[in-house]
């Protein structure tokens, strides 16, 4: 009897081209990161139930898989910021401050399945935690990173929108709706779905709010522009609240520096309806959206936040961090069709098929390529020429080698281009200076086309 | 009320400097085994318990984290190679034969914790799966994947032993003796710890054999010498049973293609006393071994299999794979002090220090100098100049960059090489030039120390 093979729903499972592509990112996102300064971290995906559900309650708990080991009661983690916060805690004595750092790893929740919703999931996350103290200039660089990862990744129709939580709190401070800001930025949140005119209504209705109160909010969110014509309408409201002023401060800090951390101002929008959750942040917020497909919601989001451990220790540890859910995103790439399958997609450059009983002088060659470097597969199954020309075609490999008796004699290897179908017959030297032209030709090109 | 941060037993949870050498492995891995036309793969973590027990029984059920969710049985993984085989079943019609995978992932078993013993750890699996057949030289290319691996990590004193089922099968059937065979192998296993006498009182007491046929057993396993000296005294017993022949001629075949894979002899002995599990291999087995460390036993295992999927499909799926215990292998090294630790340890290669209100000229410094690839920390917290070095000192940075009024002024930047503590003031092209030289000759060093 055979055991039907499967793979669990909401669980991503790729083949081998596609896998490549995926590789090709998260190589790219561990790169970028490292550009920065970030140091990479590998905790473990089982954590004690008790660690993990600390801050507890709501989704997380319904969602998590959890079950007990033993007397032990155990839980597959669902973010990379809890384990995070307890590594913080836990090393506090052995880090250094500002500590940076990356992850990329997978995560589980137990969701209802559905087409493009996984329960197994790769986040990227970085983030940085200072000890007692975290100065803004470290909000200014995140939208650099965010700009250098979808860059080199390929993407260039995208924006960074970014806000500031006290600006927000701030200005419901003066509004004196300090106590509803939360259930206010909710109701905002739906602008870009139902219009201000049904927010309007919401506020009024629903939310109790003054026809002058709902006015002063809408006329607040409808601030647009570029970014110092944002900055110059928010100078307006200074000097009536401290906490707005310094969220006003922080923000134009973060756009100062933008151009000199190489950020093109299109890439780059102060957007006053990025709200990002309700407590946990407390500074810059960021969201980045596909400018031509806004459907897909943002890609890499985060902010600043006050406190990362506190259920874990008396330090204080502020911190600010943005995520991406490569899983998501790679799933959508694909079924958008951005995804650059010409690239390095096949497992070897070289495809080597011997065509004499000894092998020795092919494997010679395939010890040799190696050596400089060039991904080489030795093939050799008995099959007729034609099985093998198939095998790599379906492969995909950019270059086939043969090494026969006449070439052998000759001191030559014939090798054929699979993409232009030209076959040549050089001595090794020259063989392999033609393959490495053609590989660094082909390696230009980012994973994601737009 | 504070949760106590903490991380589970038996789980592997590594500091920065450590973890950025566990990095630098698992690299050189990925790049060792492209080189040889592997296609990297990644399968889910959990799978259905059914799926993942189908063969059933055993040590693995008793070790293998199982629990329900909704009304689903999972399990997760406890090796990589029933979800390869769970894969290749699965995907069979959409993949290309010969099958070369390489995966690096997490495994899961729930054993006793001791020192040394992990219940979360990496494997690093690669095999090559033929549709039907599989070619003797995918075996032979082997022991070349092994060499390239670890001598690119930096080991030197290691040995790659093979044998071949064939023959040790064939070898019990010549003495009559197939059915006591498993037996007797784990009997023989002993050897080196029990010594040849303790073996023989076992064989005639224990397994009932006859004396003659317990010393044609210990002549048969003490066949050392150099791999041609150990084949020609295999063939000493050519002609006696037709799967001996095969197995003698397959490991032929490996022997003599070492050389043109480019295996210097040092590394590779003929060993009769390898034998690797009873049921699963069916021709070449691998063990090696730190030469200076016998007692850590093998750190890269595997062999030639008849049937990679047999519980999930009627194909006939041959393959030949290997597997290291990444984590383990790790945890070794560094017990032994093995790990090279003035190797790229540092998250950032240069730290740097605006001395100035304005950071933008420091800012437009670490976008040039992240442009021409160097990891760079900027570092802008208020602290005294003294803590600011300290930081530099702990997180191993090579270079310090400071960039202050005067050095604005006069277009150069000042930068000091943490090692050796010479300070420089040049522009930033000589900067650059000075520091990725003084990078390159760093990262001349493998992550292994011998």
């Known amino acids: 009897m055979k055991i039907q093979p499967r793979t669990l729903s909401g669980f991503m499972e790729l083949l081998p081209r596609q ?9 790219t996102l561990r790169e970028t990161y490292a550009l920065y300064g970030f140091t990479p971290l590998d905790t473990p995906l089982i954590e004690a139930s008790e660690v993990l559900l600390a801050k507890g309650g709501g989704e997380t708990e319904k969602q998590i898989y959890r079950f007990t080991k033993g007397e032990s009661d155990l839980s597959l983690r669902f973010d990379l910021t809890v384990p995070l916060a307890k590594y913080v805690a836990l090393h506090y004595g052995e880090l250094a ?8 790893g997978k995560v589980y929740r137990g969701e209802r399945a559905q087409r493009g919703r996984f329960r197994e999931f790769y986040q990227a996350d970085i983030d940085i935690i200072g000890d007692g103290k975290l100065d803004i200039a470290n909000e200014a660089e995140i939208p650099a ?23 927000l709190n701030g200005f419901y401070e003066i509004l004196g709706l300090t106590e509803q800001a939360g259930e206010i930025m909710r109701t905002v949140d739906k602008l870009a779905k139902i219009g201000p005119d049904k927010v309007n209504a919401l506020l009024t209705g629903e939310l109790g709010l003054s026809g002058e109160q709902a006015g002063e909010i809408l006329r607040f969110i409808g601030i647009t522009g570029a970014n110092g014509e944002v900055l110059e309408a928010l100078e307006g409201y200074r000097g009536r609240c401290d906490l707005f002023d310094a969220g006003l401060d922080e923000l134009g800090t973060v756009v100062k520096y933008l151009a000199a951390f190489g950020v093109p101002e299109e890439n780059f929008a102060v957007d006053l309806t990025i709200a990002r959750g309700l407590d946990y942040y407390t500074g810059t917020v960021y969201e980045t959206f596909m400018t031509n497909h806004p459907e897909i919601g943002s890609i890499c989001s985060g902010g600043r936040y006050d406190n990362l451990a506190e259920y874990y220790t008396d330090k204080l540890l502020p911190g600010v961090g943005i995520s991406i859910g490569l899983t998501r995103l790679f799933y959508v790439l694909n079924e958008q069709g951005m995804l650059n399958t010409e690239i390095a997609a096949a497992p070897a450059d070289v495809l080597l098929l011997p065509m004499t009983d000894d092998l020795s002088p092919a494997i010679a060659l395939a010890t040799q390529l190696r050596g400089a470097g060039i991904r080489v597969q030795l093939y050799t199954e008995q099959k007729k020429f ?11 490999v950019p270059y086939v080698v043969f090494v026969g008796e006449d070439e052998i004699r000759e001191g030559v290897v014939a090798c054929k281009d699979m993409a232009t179908g030209e076959q040549t017959k050089l001595d090794v030297a020259r063989t392999l200076a033609r393959i490495q032209d053609g590989l660094t030709k082909r390696r230009d090109g980012a994973v994601i086309l737009e």
């Open 97 to 104: 401050f500002p500590f940076r750092r990356y992850q990329i």
């Open 145 to 167: 990173i965010i700009y250098q990862t979808f860059s080199r990744l390929g993407l260039r129709q995208f924006q960074i929108r970014v806000n500031n939580r006290k600006i």
């Open 386 to 396: 034609k099985a093998k020309m198939s095998y790599a075609d379906k492969t995909g």
């Open 19 to 27: 896998q490549m592509l995926m590789e090709s990112i998260m190589r």
